[in-house]
């Protein structure tokens, strides 16, 4: 079975600062990774995506992640926080072979930036 | 305007009463999903339709049912609500032509069974 582990509930970062949400997955072969935004009182909205090729993809509103196979991991990284980058961030991972119906999501990791 | 609508956004009902969220999209896609979010457990997927005559149930679709009424159409109905049905329900659509993944998300219904 695959699943999606963002170990951090909350992460605070100051205005400026470099930021880092942290995802790990587990599935069998390779993955499809996502990470998802959703502000508040809003839907989820797709950010970026790794499915093959450079280890690192960028995305909207300046974002970049970085696929590690080796560590299991898809971090989301920016080089300078915004106040306006506070929300609620979704991993999700599924593999080639499926379909968005096995979309895993993990629980999300809300991510504050103080001014 | 909105390219998914779910209507209504906040819905307060009692236990046992029948409720309908509705979900309309206007990107052409194909594929309408319905998903509950809880806080902490992320998004989990209730049913799901890849065209008007496919329904399929995702991982909790017990005391839920839904009906695709048309492309851009997808309801989704509580027959009977209980309290622990109290949650945020988003729907989504995705083109069977992207990648899969990628999904288009509506700004939620908040629902509270009392």
């Known amino acids: 079975a695959q699943s999606v582990a963002q170990p951090e509930d909350q992460v605070n970062v100051a205005e400026g600062n470099p930021l880092t949400v942290k995802c790990t997955y587990s599935v069998s072969g390779n993955p499809y990774l996502f990470w998802y935004v959703q502000y508040p009182n809003r839907g989820l909205q797709f950010l970026l995506k790794y499915i093959t090729g450079d280890n690192l993809v960028k995305g909207s509103y300046g974002f970049e992640a970085e696929f590690n196979k080796s560590q299991t991991s898809f971090h989301l990284k920016k080089p300078s926080a915004l106040v306006s980058d506070s929300a609620l961030y979704f991993c999700?991972?599924?593999?080639?072979?499926?379909?968005?119906?096995?979309?895993?999501f993990g629980s999300g990791t809300q991510l504050t930036v103080l001014p | 305007d909105a390219d998914v609508t779910q209507t209504p956004r906040n819905r307060i009902t009692k236990t046992g009463k029948r409720i309908m969220l509705e979900c309309s999209q206007t990107k052409g896609h194909d594929r309408m999903y319905w998903y509950r979010q809880d806080p902490g457990l992320g998004l989990q997927l209730i049913y799901y339709?890849?065209?008007?005559?496919?329904?399929n149930k995702g991982e909790i679709s017990d005391g839920y049912s839904v009906s695709r009424q048309a492309q851009a159409k997808f309801s989704l109905s509580l027959e009977s609500a209980i309290p622990n049905q109290t949650a945020l329900y988003f729907c989504?659509?995705?083109?069977?032509?992207?990648?899969?993944?990628?999904?288009?998300f509506g700004e939620g219904s908040r629902l509270t069974v009392l």
């Open positions: 999700a991972v599924r593999v080639p072979s499926g379909s968005a119906r096995q979309l895993t």
């Open positions: 339709s890849f065209d008007v005559k496919d329904i």
């Open positions: 989504a659509t995705s083109d069977s032509g992207l990648v899969a993944g990628e999904l288009f």
